[in-house]
């Protein structure tokens, strides 16, 4: 049994879950106020894209890099460094005059963010031990599922009610008691003697990322026979690539591949990076096409994935304790599958649009599976791990994550044939299906149940 929490260490657990809120918040919150920002700002579909894109494409490179930082600077500084670019970023954003200023700022809000999430966790499994730690993960990843599923809702309020602008600025009030939460902590910030920031591996992870995305997003326009477009793909792929080599070869790694030996910690980042995958790509066409092919109002868009908030709020903590007393292989399997069939009832929807028969199906099926799985796929990938390198892993886990999204998004086009209508929405529901699919097969077939760390 966990022992009671001590006033520091319920200090850097409110810190680690707001820190990390404001993170995934900012990044579903946007995805209701993207016809907005379009109708405002113009650019269509690609900008939309390009909204989400720019953000996540830095928070993918960078995310492993904070790791790394910490090490070298101390958690604490690297937490309050990210909170005051991402507050300064917000404001810039929520100013924007252009599309290209707001991609911009959105970007570099993306590095702000990446040194939220891992320095967060850092914290956590540096302040508790045990049946401790185990739970304050647990409150961790309660807290920023309800961010992910909550966003959409906020974000179609202050669309419809106050301006798309003002969603930017639903964070400024978290990371100023964030801040002076920290100020109160009484323990001295810790720094790892002889710690270096692998630079070369960021600036070969973020080239990479860039040049795929760029590729993916732009070709609908200018096709795959255009420069424009295999140059930028193909220097992607050869930096990441470069990027990989690295890992091999460097003294201190942002991403030490000695992680992936453990069969549960492949396995599990294989499922990530499939369920991610397809969260994301569901949370962006369901925001856009509610609005701009059903005709609902940004507020009724975030409202209709309500009832998925709900059930996590209601089962995540179930779901992790049935996980921890039967082990995480049978809830990562279902999980997916039930996320995947709730995909599948998009195909309900008709141009006679009825949110009752045709969305909410699909919402209830899909929360219910996303609650099944996040808790004991969270579990699973940090239990494969010794304690002291947890740290290291969540930050791979969450770059896994991350990245995943990023590329399903910008790849949406491809996916729904250049517009996002009734037929690109259908084929954006099956093509969900399918990665949902092949995270649950993953881990039927990947993850086993009470494995030693070192198998």
């Known amino acids: 049994m966990a022992e009671p929490m001590s006033r520091d260490q319920r200090v850097v657990l409110t810190v680690a879950v707001l820190a990390s809120f404001v993170s995934f918040l900012d990044g579903t919150v946007v995805n209701v106020a993207l016809p907005a920002i379009s109708r405002d700002l113009g650019g269509g579909l690609s900008t939309q894209q390009w909204v989400v894109d720019a953000y996540l494409v830095t928070l993918g490179a960078f995310i492993l890099v904070a790791g790394s930082m910490?090490?070298?600077?101390?958690?604490?500084?690297?937490?309050?460094?990210?909170?005051?670019?991402?507050?300064?970023?917000?404001v810039a954003i929520a100013a924007a005059p252009t599309a290209e200023f707001l991609i911009v700022a959105r970007a570099l809000q993306g590095v702000a963010g990446a040194l939220l999430v891992p320095s967060s966790l850092a914290l956590i499994t540096s302040t508790f031990r045990g049946a401790g730690q185990a739970r304050a993960i647990g409150i961790w990843t309660g807290a920023t599922t309800v961010a992910m599923l909550a966003g959409p809702v906020i974000g179609g309020v202050f669309v419809d009610a106050l301006s798309?602008?003002?969603?930017?600025?639903?964070?400024?009030?978290?990371?100023?008691?964030t801040l002076w939460l920290l100020a109160r902590r009484s323990q001295p910030d810790h720094r790892r003697p002889g710690a270096r920031v692998d630079l070369?591996?960021?600036?070969?992870?973020?080239?990479?990322?860039?040049?795929?995305?760029?590729?993916?997003?732009?070709?609908p326009n200018l096709g795959w026979g255009s420069p424009v477009i295999w140059a930028p793909a193909a220097v992607g792929v050869l930096s990441f690539a470069g990027f990989l080599l690295r890992q091999r070869v460097a003294r201190q790694p942002m991403m030490p591949l000695d992680l992936f030996r453990s069969r549960n910690f492949w396995a599990g980042n294989l499922t990530t990076m499939f369920v991610y995958a397809a969260l994301s790509l569901y949370g962006f066409v369901l925001s856009v096409y509610l609005q701009q092919g059903a005709g609902l109002p940004a507020t009724l868009a975030g409202l209709a994935s309500l009832p998925a908030t709900l059930i996590s709020i209601a089962l995540s903590s179930r779901a992790g304790a049935l996980s921890?007393?039967?082990?995480?292989?049978?809830?990562?399997?279902?999980?997916?599958?039930?996320?995947?069939?709730?995909?599948?009832?998009?195909?309900?929807?008709?141009?006679?649009?009825?949110?009752w028969t045709q969305v909410f199906p699909a919402v209830l099926i899909f929360g219910l599976g996303v609650t099944t799985t996040v808790s004991p796929l969270t579990a699973a990938v940090l239990g494969a791990i010794d304690p002291e390198r947890s740290g290291i892993a969540s930050a791979v886990n969450n770059a896994v994550s991350r990245i995943a999204g990023l590329l399903s998004i910008?790849?949406?086009?491809?996916?729904?044939?250049?517009?996002?209508?009734?037929?690109?929405?259908?084929?954006?529901?099956?093509?969900?299906?399918?990665?949902?699919?092949?995270g649950a097969a993953t881990s039927f077939l990947g993850i086993r149940n009470h494995l030693s760390r070192r198998d």
């Open 164 to 177: 798309w602008r003002l969603v930017f600025l639903v964070n400024v009030l978290p990371i100023a008691v």
């Open 324 to 355: 921890g007393r039967f082990g995480p292989r049978l809830f990562m399997t279902l999980g997916p599958a039930l996320m995947a069939v709730g995909a599948l009832l998009l195909l309900l929807v008709r141009p006679e649009f009825d949110y």
């Open 70 to 90: 910490s090490d070298v600077l101390g958690r604490t500084l690297v937490l309050r460094i990210g909170l005051i670019g991402f507050g300064v970023t917000s």
């Open 410 to 438: 910008a790849a949406v086009s491809a996916v729904a044939g250049g517009a996002l209508n009734l037929d690109g929405f259908h084929r954006a529901a099956i093509f969900t299906a399918v990665l949902m699919l092949l």
């Open 200 to 219: 070369l591996g960021a600036v070969l992870c973020a080239v990479g990322l860039g040049g795929v995305v760029f590729a993916l997003i732009e070709q």
